[in-house]
């Protein structure tokens, strides 16, 4: 079999890892159809694994599979798992003939439509993550190396000075108190606690498998093939929308943190993470660079005059502007070292995404 290799991973780090050629993989998503996991599950496809992956229905599943065609049932299958929060959840998706040697936990709701924030963020977070940890212990002692998906939500802390400078070393201090407060503290809670208890579990159940895990900030790139339409976007997709569409016209997406990645970036990051016997115990901040909304702006402007109409400009571009006390910075060395990783700049992934958004407008 010819295995694909992205030339930006340094030669001295490819495939040194556990999972070589068809090892199987599990992508534990929270729909699906996630974004991230999408480009996960692509990546691990064309780095030659074979992959299951959760969904939540056979509706899901089949759309999965109508997106792949011509990869059979032996490279891609799926696991109905209706509802993340459940116990015994995964009790059922880790068992598998040939038996998983990695899981990537993709699995955590990142959105604000939220009732309850416990029963809506907290718990599916929680318990999704530490469930499907422990049914890996439970059966599937093949599995060598576990990776989740965390985020910058995990490292951040509310009232940090902008200009501080981030690393992997950093946790977000936030309380279960503070984390009801409102739907944006409840998100960066249900990330750090679900984080957290992943160590802990791995710390005091020592199973036979190692943790990694990955923490992007904003995650920008290609939207999944999949995608019924623009309203089911990602969250931090939705600025790029909204400037295609012109719904932001008026007023500039804010810049948010600051920082940002390629979700193509972050999907490398995972596979790399689960192939590499040294990316075991190790958390990895994945960031490009900073960013401002009013660049991307520039660019599609520049790129695409067909859509200058739609775009903000004069004062409506300055919410997408750099704060005047500055940005976050970051320390991304890690990943470079470890993984090997390089990041697609910004031009690239605005380019990119910009046309994936217009075949979706297309269809």
């Given at each position: 079999?010819?295995?694909?290799r992205?030339?930006?991973?340094?030669?001295?780090?490819?495939?040194?890892?556990?999972?070589?050629?068809?090892?199987?993989?599990?992508?534990?998503?929270?729909?699906?159809?996630?974004?991230?996991?999408?480009?996960?599950l692509?990546?691990?496809?064309?780095?030659?694994h074979?992959?299951v992956?959760?969904?939540?229905?056979?509706?899901?599943?089949?759309?999965?599979?109508?997106?792949?065609?011509?990869?059979?049932?032996?490279?891609?299958?799926?696991?109905?798992?209706?509802?993340?929060a459940?116990?015994?959840?995964?009790?059922?998706?880790?068992?598998?003939?040939?038996?998983?040697?990695?899981?990537?936990?993709?699995?955590?709701?990142?959105?604000?439509?939220?009732?309850?924030?416990?029963?809506?963020?907290?718990?599916?977070?929680?318990?999704g993550?530490?469930?499907?940890?422990?049914?890996i212990?439970?059966?599937?002692?093949?599995?060598?190396?576990?990776?989740?998906?965390?985020?910058?939500?995990?490292?951040?802390?509310?009232?940090?000075?902008?200009?501080?400078?981030?690393s992997?070393?950093?946790?977000?201090?936030?309380t279960?108190?503070?984390?009801?407060?409102?739907?944006?503290?409840?998100?960066?809670?249900?990330?750090?606690?679900?984080?957290?208890?992943?160590?802990?579990?791995?710390e005091?159940?020592?199973?036979?498998?190692?943790?990694?895990?990955?923490?992007?900030?904003?995650?920008?790139?290609?939207?999944?093939?999949?995608?019924?339409?623009?309203?089911?976007?990602?969250?931090?997709?939705?600025?790029?929308?909204?400037?295609?569409?012109?719904?932001?016209?008026?007023?500039?997406p804010?810049?948010?943190?600051?920082?940002?990645?390629?979700?193509?970036?972050?999907?490398?990051?995972?596979?790399?993470?689960a192939?590499?016997?040294?990316?075991?115990?190790?958390?990895?901040?994945?960031?490009?660079?900073?960013?401002?909304?009013?660049?991307?702006?520039?660019?599609?402007?520049?790129?695409?005059?067909?859509?200058?109409?739609?775009?903000?400009s004069?004062?409506?571009?300055?919410?997408?502007?750099?704060?005047?006390?500055?940005?976050?910075?970051?320390?991304?060395?890690?990943?470079?070292e470890?993984?090997?990783?390089t990041?697609?700049?910004?031009?690239?992934?605005?380019?990119?995404?910009v046309?994936?958004?217009?075949?979706?407008?297309?269809?």
């Open positions: 079999m010819n295995r694909w992205d030339p930006r991973v340094d030669s001295q780090f490819f495939f040194q890892g556990y999972c070589r050629g068809t090892n199987s993989v599990l992508v534990s998503t929270s729909g699906g159809s996630g974004f991230i996991a999408a480009h996960v692509d990546t691990l496809l064309e780095r030659g074979s992959v992956t959760t969904v939540r229905s056979q509706e899901k599943a089949q759309k999965i599979q109508d997106a792949h065609p011509g990869i059979q049932k032996d490279r891609l299958d799926f696991a109905i798992v209706e509802d993340i459940q116990p015994d959840a995964f009790d059922k998706a880790v068992i598998s003939d040939p038996p998983f040697e990695a899981v990537i936990h993709t699995a955590s709701p990142f959105h604000f439509n939220i009732t309850d924030t416990k029963k809506d963020l907290l718990d599916p977070a929680i318990n993550t530490v469930g499907i940890l422990r049914a212990k439970k059966s599937t002692p093949s599995v060598k190396r576990v990776v989740i998906t965390s985020s910058f939500a995990a490292i951040v802390s509310n009232g940090t000075a902008p200009t501080a400078v981030f992997e070393a950093h946790w977000n201090p936030i279960e108190d503070e984390a009801l407060l409102n739907p944006s503290n409840g998100y960066r809670a249900s990330k750090t606690f679900a984080e957290k208890a992943a160590w802990e579990f791995v005091k159940e020592k199973p036979n498998f190692t943790l990694a895990t990955c923490n992007p900030p904003l995650v920008f790139g290609p939207v999944v093939h999949y995608l019924n339409s623009l309203d089911a976007i990602n969250t931090s997709n939705k600025g790029f929308r909204d400037l295609v569409t012109g719904a932001a016209k008026d007023s500039c804010p810049s948010g943190v600051h920082l940002w990645v390629d979700v193509r970036d972050v999907a490398l990051a995972h596979v790399l993470a192939e590499k016997p040294e990316a075991g115990g190790k958390r990895f901040f994945l960031v490009s660079s900073n960013f401002s909304y009013r660049e991307v702006v520039e660019i599609i402007s520049e790129a695409f005059p067909e859509l200058r109409e739609k775009l903000p004069g004062d409506a571009l300055k919410p997408g502007d750099y704060p005047a006390a500055g940005s976050f910075g970051f320390d991304n060395q890690r990943s470079k470890v993984l090997g990783l990041y697609r700049p910004l031009k690239e992934t605005v380019l990119d995404t046309k994936s958004l217009q075949t979706v407008l297309k269809q």
